[in-house]
């Protein structure tokens, strides 16, 4: 008995790591990435009695220090939105006719990561649904693997018609417009 006790906690420790890397997101299971964040960003803060939004610039505080992106991306300690804070008025965000596509319902945050299929910045695919990268971001996916990076699509709470697209490989993110289905 005294045996059967010994070797039961003995393989245990083989068998308990196995059991929670099954339970694991893909990703992190191939040790892709450190971090996928749970929700989206934040809207902007508004100034009081305006209704507006906070103004202080694209894509500013990146990087915070030696090491992180030059680029948006998530601060995994907070899930802060790093480069997220330029406001529902930003004018490089700005489109006539937010949604003139429809709405992409694919599914929204962790649980939904697609596996780019093909593409360029200017138009790529997964499972059918069909996006473009906004211009003012095209320097942000630059190193994006169009045929095989697995991505997270987040609504974008300021800017009507973009969505946010967090490459779960490189850890950073650009805004996204949804153009329809195959």
């Not at 489109?95 to 697609?114: I, K, N, Q, S, T």
């Amino acid at each position: 008995m005294k045996k059967l006790i010994v070797l039961l906690a003995a393989s245990s420790i083989f068998f308990l790591p196995a059991l929670a890397e099954s339970r694991m997101h893909p990703a992190r299971r191939a040790g892709i990435v450190r971090f996928i964040p749970p929700h989206g960003p934040l809207p902007a803060p508004r100034i009081a009695g305006t209704g507006r939004a906070t103004q202080v610039g694209p894509h500013r505080g990146f990087p915070e220090r030696r090491g992180h992106p030059v680029a948006p991306y998530v601060r995994a300690r907070d899930s802060r939105w790093i480069g997220h804070d330029s406001g529902r008025d930003d004018p490089h965000y700005h489109l006539d006719r937010p949604w003139e596509h429809g709405r992409f319902a694919g599914g929204f945050g962790p649980d939904h990561a697609f596996r780019l299929a093909g593409g360029t910045r200017e138009r790529f695919w997964f499972g059918g649904f069909y996006f473009r990268v906004a211009p003012f971001d095209h320097v942000f996916c630059d190193d994006w693997l169009w045929d095989g990076d697995e991505i997270v699509i987040y609504e974008d709470p300021d800017h009507d018609g973009w969505y946010l697209a967090y490459n779960v490989r490189l850890g950073t993110y650009c805004h996204v417009m949804y153009l329809g289905t195959s």
